[in-house]
Nanobody, 124 residues
């Protein structure tokens, strides 16, 4: 089983960019579907983006489509989330998650392993 560690969060002005990384330790990272989720203040956790084990298939929440890009480098055991044109409503703790079987999807409950999260704060 992999262990996940997010990094790259921080404080950024609206309209700016950040790139989050999710580093995996353990074996067989390339066999996992991966996803990004977020939880804003007083809000429930929500899906952001997902990517298949090969990187050939991706999906996005409507709220981030066209602004965020998910990618992975299996040789480096790392997944990324490039976030552009950030908005105030993107402020949240961002979590990466790994899914052992089946296609990655929008349902957090189907993911097996979670990172500890990284804070993203967008200011005006």
């Amino acid at each position: 089983q992999v262990e996940l560690v997010e990094s790259g969060g921080g404080l950024v002005q609206a309209g700016g960019s950040l790139r989050l990384s999710c580093s995996a330790s353990g074996r067989s990272f390339s066999m996992y579907g991966m996803g990004w989720f977020r939880q804003g203040p007083g809000q429930e956790r929500e899906f952001v983006a997902a990517i298949s084990w090969s990187g050939g298939s991706t999906s996005y929440a409507d709220s981030v489509k066209g602004r965020f890009t998910i990618s992975r480098d299996n040789a480096k055991n790392t997944m990324y989330l490039q976030m552009n044109s950030l908005k105030l409503e993107d402020t949240a703790v961002y979590y990466c998650a790994a899914k052992r079987s089946g296609s990655p999807n929008r349902m957090g409950a189907t993911y097996d392993v979670w990172g500890q999260g990284t804070q993203v704060t967008v200011s005006s």
